[in-house]
Structure formats: C-alpha cells, structure tokens
C-alpha cells in the first residue's frame, strides 16, 4: 500500500546517501525547495514527470521511491555464515603426530572449499592425512627443524587449489578497516585466516557476527596434535576481540590459475632434496635451521651439556618429536610422489623410504625407551647423553644414504 509518509523518508534518505541538499535537488529539476521540504515530510507527492525525473537524479526507480523495502536497524545484530561447499567424512587419520598447524589449516580449507576429490561411499570428502602431508611438504615446513618460509610460501601452497591469498597486516590499516576486510571476504563467499605472530592460535575463519568483532571458525595451534586433527565446521568457536591480536589477516581468494599437484611435488622434491642436504649453519640458535647441520649441532649441544656435567638433559625435549614428525612427513611424501607422479625411478624412492624408516626407528627408541628414564645423577645423564649422540650419528648417516638414492632423481 503507498504510504506519503514512507516515500518521503524514502526521497530524503536518498537525497543523504547521494550527498545532495533540498536546494541541490530543487535546483536541478527546477522546483522550489520548498516543494522537496513537502514531498520529504509526506505532504505531497511530486507530479509523475517530476517523479521520474527525481527517480534518475538519486539513482532510484520510481517504484523505489513510492514504495521502498524496509531496511534493518542501523544496530541491527546478526551472524554471517558459511557452510561447507561439500560434504565431508569424519577424520580417519592419525591423531599423532599432527604438531603442525599450517598444513592442518590448508587441510582443512581444501575441505571446506569442497575441493577433495576422493570421496567415501556416501559422497562425502575423505578426511585423512594425506593432503596435511603434502602441505607439510609443499610449505617446507617438514624439511628442517624449526622451518618455516615467508608469507610467498602461503600463496603456493594455496595454488593448487586455485587459491590465493592476500596478506594485510593489523598495523597497517584502522581497526575498523581490518574487521572490513574480514567482513567483506567472507561476505564474498570465502574464509580468512587470522595469522598470529605471537605463540597463539591460527583461526580459519567462515563466518562473523557483531558486525565482524567476533570470528566463528575454527584454531589451530603448533604443538596441539588433537586442535590440529579437526576438521569439523559444525560447532564454529567465538573469537572476539580478533583484530586486536598482534597478527596478520589472510584472505583467501581466487585465482585465474591452478598449480599442478604433481608439478608441485617435482618442484618441492627439488628443493626439499637441497634443504635436507644443507651443512652450513646460518641462524642465530643451534637448534633452529634445517639439512644434516643440525645432526651436528644436536650432537654438539649434547657434548656441551656433558661438559657443564648437567642432570637435566635439556635440548631433547620437543626437539626429538618433531624431528621424528618432520622425518615421518618425508618418507610419507616420498611415498605419496610414488603415486602421483609418473615414470618414478622406483628403486631410488624404495631405497630413501627404508632409510626413514630406520631413522624413525631409531627416533622411536629415543623417545619410548632413552627419554622416560629421567637421570637423577650426572653420571646417567652423561650416559642418556652418549646414547643420544650415537643415535643421532647413526641417523645422519642414514639421511645421507636416503639423499644419495634420490640424486639421480634429482638430476633428471
């Protein structure tokens, strides 16, 4: 039903929004602003011809001005969110270790989006280990000990989903800005990534409520095997006060081009091939870095506690359980490339994944057999330390045996 009062506040809220006065509109369509003052307070209706003409000017139908859509309170409070583009299976991989959040975020995107290919008997995305052990490779991040690349290394592993990422950091824009940019990406149909710098949660974001001050998603966390293995988007969590975390805002996007899977998997086999192989220390910490050096360094740090005659063997622990993971997510990798990729020298990739599996076989013995044996004297200590460093040896060793299989392939 037409309703003067209504079109009136109708032709004066459009007048605002186009910045225009009652002396602006009257003036261009030749009309006293008296007239406009009347129509605005619901006295009087502009002539049809006028009608149309004011329709133009404030970039309206005449059906928009006579009978306008009612819009929601300017405090209006509600939530915004997304729901999985696809089905998926609940997770059927293994729970330890998954130590690492990056791969476990891009995981769970890459299900999110629905771009899982494999898929159970009731058309649900499979949710295992699998794509967490390529994005531990593809990032670099199972390479070395304490690896890790710059924000590049996100957009690349975002590619082979079609993806890419926007990075934009909380100091470099307003508050009100940055809960925006999260607001509108998600509003557009894709998730962000909320990057702390600080040892906090990662949040994998898909959707917001009060006007974007809260997040709903779900964390990840470096370290937490159990946060990093769900991939439930059922019962999103409440972050607020996100945008005052010291952190990065990470809006996946996407993007014209999607890389090869297995391009992807020549590519990082390269340059996992060089990291593995590196002896020269280059960080300011021992234990940081990546290649053989850090074998050396371990052993090292070892000697040097034994030299300060210590109880306390304190460069073990997480030390040893990430190295097993990273060596782990390596020989899995390797054996992921003997399915993906074609025309593989088989007997190489055979060869390095045996010399993994000793590594991790001597990794496990560390930490299930050596490492619960707390020492309460020097002299045990010394001889935890001693049988550390055998270990250790024995495993450079055979890395070095795993790359020399792997350096024909290489070369290719």
Known sequence: ???????????ALLRKNKGLTQEDV????????????????????????????????LDCTVDGILFPVARPAVNANFEHILLPYAPMADFTGRKWP??????????????????????????????DDAEYILQAAFSCISFGYSWGETDEAWKNCLGVYGLTG????????????????AVDNISSGYPV????????????????????????????????????SVMSFGQLQSFSKWYERNSDLLLIKPCQETYSVADKCRETLR????????????????????????????CEELREENRRELVTIECMFPHIFIHYEGKLRIKEFLELCMHILEDVDEKAFLTAISKYEEILTFCEKCMNEIFPKTPTTVEEATSQRQAYIGILQRCRGLEEEALSALEPVMAR
């Open 193 to 228: 990534i909320v990057l702390p710098e600080e040892y906090t949660d990662v949040i994998l974001a898909t959707g917001f409520s009060h006007r974007g001050k809260i997040l709903k998603g779900i964390s990840f966390l470096d370290g937490d095997d159990d946060k990093n």
């Open 98 to 127: 998954r130590s690492m959040a990056k791969p476990a975020v891009l995981s769970a995107l890459k299900l999110f989006m629905g771009l899982e290919k494999r898929k159970d008997s009731m058309n649900r995305q499979i949710n």
């Open 271 to 298: 340059k996992g091939y060089s990291l593995l192989g590196n002896k020269s220390h280059r960080f300011d910490e021992p234990l940081v870095g990546y290649g053989l050096v850090i074998y050396d360094n371990w």
């Open 166 to 181: 926007e990075t934009h950091g909380r100091t470099d824009c307003s508050e009100e800005e940055y809960i925006s940019l």
């Open 26 to 57: 009257a003036g261009r369509l030749g009309i006293s602003p008296q007239a406009v003052s009347k129509w605005e307070n619901g006295h009087t209706m502009p002539e049809l011809s006028i009608l149309v003409e004011l329709a133009e000017l």
């Open 1 to 11: 039903m037409f309703d003067n009062i209504k079109a009136g506040e109708q032709i």
